[in-house]
């Protein structure tokens, strides 16, 4: 017997969601001769992976498909199905000085390669989200004193921080024997702090006045790192995202 179509339309609307939010575009790749599978870390939705249909041909709905800018985006998703559809993207608020300058590119693209490893799909990361934002705004304010290198670092601390991978970095994270403050430590990225030589130790060894900057930088004083610091620190984010979440694609 064949079903009315009434109930077919009812059941096909309870399978289909719209979904409308604040996203950025965090990676693409190319399918066919027109698509795009899209990965957008999203306000509402963390990460969410879309087709985005005839998007690298003339197509007005998709015209502001682009990474660094806010986006404003228009997502069909249905139960079962791994990949949305992207249905339109429109720039929220563009950030044109940034993607300008080929040294706040770098330091912007890094961050949404560390973003795209660490944030899990489908998970609202509201704090994760708004540090990258706070970040690419600063890379997209031209009298900024700050280097992108100084930005990064300071912003790459917090978002250990918003995925519950701040470091520990005041004692030893197996035994918890506090660490002197005058004293060097050795910081292991995997175990998420400092290991005391008695626990085995670490190959990085942090100075005492570098790790006093760094724990400053992380309860939030953006001006604690100097500027020999902020390539270690960078480093250090990298391999702490590496050890949790292996390298970055």
């Not at 690298?56 to 800018?69: C, G, Q, T, Y």
Request: proline share 5%; hydrophobic share 45%; net charge positive.
């Amino acid at each position: 017997m064949t079903e009315p179509s009434g109930r077919r339309r009812g059941r096909s609307a309870l399978l289909k969601k719209i979904l409308r939010t604040e996203a950025l575009l965090v990676r693409r790749v190319p399918v066919g001769e027109a698509d795009l599978i899209v990965t957008l870390f999203t306000e509402a939705r963390g990460i969410v992976s879309a087709v985005a249909r005839s998007a690298r041909r003339s197509n007005k709905r998709l015209v502001a498909l682009e990474p660094m800018h806010l986006l404003r985006v228009t997502l069909e998703e249905r139960e079962q199905k791994d990949l949305a559809v992207l249905g339109e993207a429109a720039i929220a608020h563009p950030r044109m000085h940034l993607v300008a300058a080929l040294d706040r590119l770098e330091a912007a693209g890094r961050a949404l390669r560390w973003v795209r490893s660490v944030a899990p799909p489908g998970t609202r990361e509201p704090g994760l989200f708004a540090t990258v934002n706070e970040l690419l705004d600063a890379l997209d304010t031209p009298a900024s004193t700050r280097s992108p290198e100084a930005e990064l670092a300071t912003s790459g601390l917090r978002l250990l921080s918003d995925m519950g991978f701040g470091l520990v970095l005041d004692r030893c994270v197996r035994c918890s024997r506090v660490c002197p403050a005058e004293a060097p430590a050795c910081l292991d990225a995997l175990a998420g702090g400092l290991v005391c030589r008695a626990c085995g130790g670490a190959r990085l060894v942090l100075r005492a006045d570098l790790r006093a900057r760094v724990e400053a930088a992380c309860a939030g004083d953006d001006e604690a790192l100097r500027a020999e610091d902020t390539r270690i620190v960078v480093d250090l984010v990298e391999a702490v995202i590496q050890a949790h979440a292996g390298p970055a694609k």
